[in-house]
């Protein structure tokens, strides 16, 4: 386990109306996994101190982290670093945390990722690096959003790679010509069940999203021990 860390916000990047990508400059910073986090501390002048854990989207890279930021309406800590925290500003970070929700290259076999809203966020880190590696194996993303305002990367996700495919569902508002009518994920929106022994799923989003999402997968045939979840709220 390692101790806290200074962390100097570098660069902050709008995603959505409330969600925020925030990097920082953390000084021998050891390396992490994609699917991975943080705990971030902030500390008030009067010494009182508030901690949050927040997932990592991307793989390492040297010093610096990239953070998602969901702002929830009356949070203490996340609509300050979301939109206040200034730029060069810093907290303390500890990590990387974290080891069943993880996802490396060396994994042989499909990749499915599913996530819900925010919870796209430690998937991209998995979906970065899959794109960076050179597997080909096949590799679904399935984007749960209630409209198209709410998609968090919307242009990396637009990006053609090899091997990877991204589809997004929409539950509340589908855009003219997205050939999905809006609604709830059904198990006709997964893909069909890897070779037995082989791939692996990852969930990702609020605690009713994913424990939809597990029940589809279940029913379509994907083993239990080739899920994994994390969720929030």
Known sequence: MHGWRRARLTEREKQTATGRTLKFEVARWPGHLPG???D???TAEDGYQAVRSYS??????ADSIE???QAAAGG????YLADDLPVGAEVEVKGPLGGWFVWT???????LLIAGGSGIVPLMAMLR????SPSDAPCTLLYSVRSPDDVWYAPELDAPAPHVRVRRLYTRLAPDGSGRPAGRMTTYDLPGPPPAGEGRCYVCGPTGFVEHATGL??????????IRTERFG
């Not at 203490?76 to 609509?79: A, K, N, Y």
């Not at 997968?217 to 080739?226: C, D, I, M, N, V």
């Open 67 to 69: 953070l998602g930021v």
């Open 105 to 111: 290259p060396e994994e042989p076999g499909p990749l």
């Open 129 to 132: 690096a899959r794109t960076a």
């Open 76 to 79: 203490e800590v996340s609509p």
């Open 36 to 38: 991975q986090h943080v």
């Open 56 to 61: 990592l989207a991307a793989p390492a890279d």
């Open 40 to 42: 971030v501390r902030l």
């Open 217 to 226: 997968l279940l029913t379509t045939g994907y083993p239990s021990h080739q």
